[in-house]
């Protein structure tokens, strides 16, 4: 019988960032290993978990796996389950990425989202282009089943990235033909999907159109085309009444090709972003002269910490009161986990930076995870440096740094009396090694009553089994790194000891997700 | 005898929390800054110019301080090494025509870009610790020790004085980052004591905490570590561990705390004193800048050097 190693739910949350004392190359060889481990063990399993919340990486990855490998036979398939069930997870969690990521997840299969390559021995790891008939399905299918409306942003919005997916889901033979008119071909893979999308196609391949096919469904395409002609004739005039409403990106781009000779402030005031590109385009249109409105409150929290720290740690204090508030906001709105009454022990120590390609991330992941816990009676933060800053009822800001005395974090926790205690550390004590397992056996021993749960924030590569480091022999720690992602780290954890129960519940998930 | 806190009376300096993991124990030192000298990012390693010499130019009217035994690997060229440390004096360039060699059949010289920092092993800056062949200009001076250092070690590649053999292994370079992973700088942290079990092998200290968050990384991983995990590879070391104090159920939480504080703090003295009385049995003047003056020290086991500026030291880096 195939035994699977163990694994946890670090295989769904992996992204290629590295940490404070990992690169990334070591994390993804780690990781890369458990995927094959459980597409081997439960290929159906394997599929499946990527419906739980997991980072666009990791499910791009799934799919990349399974899509370079036959599906079994349809007597393998289990009941409940449709014959093309995997190609119908990929799908739902193209539509659920958010559209750059799905595109990024889309050109694994192209061999062009090269993050892998960078990383590691492409060859090895199985790393490389993929092409046949489902995988040319999906990609035609998200770029083209959608509305007019929908394909005219998409096209606007990613066209160096849709010309090499249809480029590779096509071939470049089959593609000529189809610029070149056949019919046939459009029909058979694109028209299927998006009847009119032909313009669309002369668009994304820079062919000039026939003088009877107009935009008349894709005004976006339309206003670009003008713009780009404007820009490369100098038309200051009419490249400023052309880039209204379009992606800042798309007219800071032909702004800065053909050197057109307007101010940044304007491109950031006039072209439009999204919620979230205003957030973190926020300190560069400042700079720029440009006054973006910021709807805070509607923001994640976690970019809202991210904000917060890159202002105070550029000592900019515009709107720290409206961030402070929507940080508040954001926190009484989220869904929170009830475990009973909390105290929760806050790792603060140098090592929660994180790594210089994702600086930060496991202290804003360990702050953001407290505002999903209900019922917190107390945080106790251990090492971190204070900063200016303070709460509105005088709480310090503390900023992570220095070593860490977790041990004692520990010791004040048990003291509350409060029986669930949470540690969201990423596992390294910086003390005496084994000084936090020895308190701990040593209060266990004197009878108190306490539930340890270790949340560690940061993928670890060294982790002797699974992907996060633990701080004592009996104390699994739960990889978590991001917020969102608890539950799916709460189902992992019955994983090993009830797989078919498991796999049930994911059954019920694709039947209310997907359908029969 | 002059014990090393004699002859280096630093001020304000003191010993931080303890750290350890399996063999390794390290005591960061918290202090001030010392002297007035070069911040490390206007020290720049630009080439060598013939086998044999390393060169650094300063960008800052401030002299500037080489760490002592500085490893340089790049691609296709022949990897240097410091003889010991250096100073380089504002706004100059200085090229150090004692450096040795630390890849015997490779060829071709090092550039500004693309290379990897490290610091020597301990036994090979043990090597340079005469000052006869610390300043003899001959590349290939460390070339058979380099040859001893790696006998033995059961690595993918092997045969020749190449030291990048060990640091470009694969399981040694895991390895390696693990260290760097259980000692984290501390807040204001110049320098550190490091031990081997319970034996000092190092002592090190930078002008200020902008040059230690800068180095620390080369002396913990490159320097000691690399050392530490070779003593492992060949067996001659056993692992240790601290015996914690007994912690016992009749103890209140707050009785807990303070035992273990008053044990890590005790044993945090004791170490530090053990490193203070090692007496220092040579100093001598090798290098002289202005008001800056490089003296080679020995000790019973070994020595390094102590950078003084004005008198007063500023940098100090001995293996014990």
């Known amino acids: ?516 | 005898m002059a014990s090393i806190f004699d002859l280096i009376s630093f001020e304000n300096i003191e010993a931080d929390e303890i750290q350890n993991d399996d063999e390794m124990t390290v005591i960061p030192l918290v202090g001030p800054k010392l002297g007035d000298i070069a911040k490390p990012s206007s020290l720049i390693f630009e080439r060598t110019t013939t086998y044999g010499s390393m060169q650094f130019l300063n960008q800052d009217k401030k002299p500037a301080i080489v760490p002592s035994h500085f490893m340089v690997r790049g691609p296709s060229a022949q990897d240097h090494a410091m003889s010991g440390s250096g100073v380089v004096i504002g706004k100059q360039s200085r090229t150090f025509n004692d450096s040795c060699c630390i890849e015997q059949s490779q060829g071709g010289y090092l550039r500004s870009q693309g290379n990897v920092h490290d610091v020597l092993p301990i036994t090979l800056r043990k090597a340079l610790l005469s000052k006869a062949l610390r300043h003899e200009q001959s590349y290939q001076k460390l070339w058979p020790s380099i040859t001893v250092w790696l006998g033995g070690l059961n690595l993918s590649k092997s045969g020749q004085a190449h030291l990048n053999f060990f640091y470009n292994d694969k399981n040694v370079k895991e390895h390696l980052e693990q260290f760097a992973a259980a000692f984290e700088p501390v807040q204001n942290q110049i320098g550190a004591i490091i031990f081997f079990g319970r034996d000092p092998v190092g002592f090190e200290i930078m002008s200020s905490h902008d040059h230690w968050m800068t180095y620390w990384k080369y002396l913990i991983r490159g320097c000691y570590g690399a050392e530490l995990l070779r003593l492992k590879m060949l067996g001659k070391i056993a692992p240790t561990g601290f015996l914690l104090p007994e912690l016992s159920t009749r103890m209140s939480e707050e009785k807990m705390s303070k035992t273990l504080e008053t044990f890590t703090n005790k044993l945090t003295k004791e170490m530090v004193e053990m490193v203070g009385s090692v007496p220092i049995l040579k100093s001598e003047t090798v290098d002289l800048n202005g008001h800056v003056e490089t003296k080679l020290i020995t000790t019973d086991r070994g020595g390094g050097d102590v950078v003084l500026q004005d008198s007063k030291p500023v940098y100090v880096s001995l293996v014990l």
């Not at chain 1, 978990?49 to 370079?68: C, P």
């Not at chain 1, 196609?201 to 062919?207: A, E």
């Not at chain 1, 004040?412 to 205690?421: D, E, F, L």
């Not at chain 1, 949470?422 to 040593?442: P, R, T």
């Open chain 1, 1 to 516: 019988m195939k035994q699977v190693q163990k694994i946890d739910s670090g295989i769904l949350q992996f992204a290629p960032k590295g940490a404070f004392y990992e690169g990334a190359s070591d994390q993804f060889k780690t990781i890369f290993d458990m995927w094959v481990n459980l597409f081997n063990y439960d290929r159906t399993l394997f599929c499946l978990i990527s419906l739980l919340n997991g980072t666009g990486f990791s499910k791009g990855s799934i799919g990349h796996l399974l899509l370079s490998n036959p599906q079994l036979g349809k007597e393998l398939i289990p009941k409940g389950l449709s014959v093309d069930y995997e190609a119908q997870v990929i799908k739902y969690n193209l539509w659920k990425e958010k559209t750059p990521r799905a595109l990024k997840n889309l050109l694994m299969l192209a061999g062009k989202e090269n993050t892998h390559s960078r990383l590691i021995d492409t060859a090895k790891y199985g790393r490389k282009r993929v092409n046949n008939s489902r995988t040319r399905k999906i990609i035609l299918e998200y770029i083209f089943n959608r509305d007019h409306e929908s394909l005219d942003n998409l096209a606007v919005n990613y066209k160096g990235k849709l010309k090499k997916l249809i480029r590779h889901a096509l071939g470049n033979v089959d593609l000529h033909k189809i610029l070149s008119g056949d019919t046939y071909l459009f029909d058979k893979w694109i028209g299927r999907y998006h009847s009119n999308a032909m313009p669309v196609l002369f668009y994304l391949f820079d062919r000039d159109l026939q003088k009877d096919v107009v935009y008349t469904h894709y005004k976006k395409i339309q206003q670009v085309r003008l713009l780009k002609k404007a820009a490369i004739e100098g038309d200051v005039k009419n490249f400023k009444k052309l880039m209204k409403g379009l992606p800042v990106l798309t007219v800071m781009g032909y702004r800065n090709l053909y050197k057109v000779p307007i101010e940044k402030e304007e491109v950031y005031t006039k072209s439009t972003m999204s919620s979230r590109q205003k957030l973190t385009s926020e300190s560069a249109a400042k700079r720029a002269g440009a006054d973006i409105k910021v709807n805070y409150k509607k923001q994640d929290i976690y970019d809202l910490w991210k904000v917060f720290f890159h202002k105070v740690n550029t000592q900019d204090e515009e709107n720290l009161d409206k961030i402070f508030s929507a940080l508040e906001f954001q926190d009484k709105k989220l869904d929170k986990i009830d475990m009973g009454e909390t105290v929760i022990i806050l790792d603060c120590s140098g090592s929660m930076q994180g790594s210089e390609e994702r600086p930060l991330h496991p202290f804003l992941t360990a702050i953001s995870i407290i505002s999903v816990i209900e019922n917190v009676k107390e945080v106790i933060p251990v090492g971190g440096k204070g900063i200016s800053r303070k709460t509105s009822d005088g709480t310090q800001y503390l900023y992570p740094q220095g070593s860490t005395k977790l041990w004692k974090g520990l010791i004040k926790a048990v003291s509350s009396g409060v029986k669930n205690i949470v540690v969201i550390s990423d596992g390294y004590e910086n003390n005496l090694k084994g000084m936090f397992e020895h308190v701990y056996d040593a209060l266990k021993k004197k009878g108190k009553e306490f539930d340890l749960i270790h949340i560690n924030p940061v993928f670890s590569a060294d982790a002797k089994m699974g992907t996060a480091r633990k701080l004592t022999k009996d104390t699994e720690a739960l990889p978590v790194t991001d917020y969102k992602f608890l539950e799916t780290e709460l189902l992992f954890n019955r994983m090993l000891e009830n797989k078919d129960m498991v796999k049930k519940l994911l059954l019920n998930k694709y039947t209310k997700l997907i359908g029969g």
